[in-house]
């Protein structure tokens, strides 16, 4: 069992940078897919970025591509962070980290392929 747990939203301006954590315990995510979505007010539920399972690979939402970074800790392999850079208005929402251990590649997009959900941390970008 994974149990997954995010951090480091705050307020900020258009133009900021925000730095989001998800930590992981319960269980290894060696092997596993990681992402993380985000759903803004009265939206549904859409990617942001992910790693595939053997992390060699990293995807991005057209949307944020050249703007967010996602990364694995150097020491600490369960700890995932999202970097987002020239926050715009639009990117305010609840960013949630997922990991899933069958996502296949053409899946990684979808949030029905994951296992594991954190709770959310708000990022609000004021304009």
């Known amino acids: 069992q994974v149990q997954l747990a995010e951090s480091g939203g705050q307020l900020v301006q258009t133009g900021d940078s925000v730095r989001v954590s998800c930590a992981a315990s319960g269980d290894t995510l060696r092997g596993y897919a990681r992402a993380w979505f985000r759903q803004a007010p009265g939206k549904e539920r859409e990617f942001v970025a992910a790693?595939?399972?053997?992390?060699?690979?990293?995807?991005y939402a057209d949307s944020v591509k050249g703007r967010f970074t996602i990364s694995i800790d150097s020491t600490d392999k369960n700890t995932m962070y999202l970097q987002m850079n020239s926050l715009k208005p639009k990117d305010t929402a609840v960013y949630y980290c997922?990991?899933?251990?069958?996502?296949?590649?053409?899946?990684?997009?979808?949030?029905?392929?994951?296992?594991?959900w954190g709770h959310g941390t708000q990022v609000t970008v004021s304009a």
């Open positions: 997922a990991a899933g251990a069958r996502v296949i590649t053409s899946a990684l997009r979808s949030s029905a392929a994951y296992d594991w």
């Open positions: 790693f595939s399972r053997n992390g060699g690979y990293t995807y």
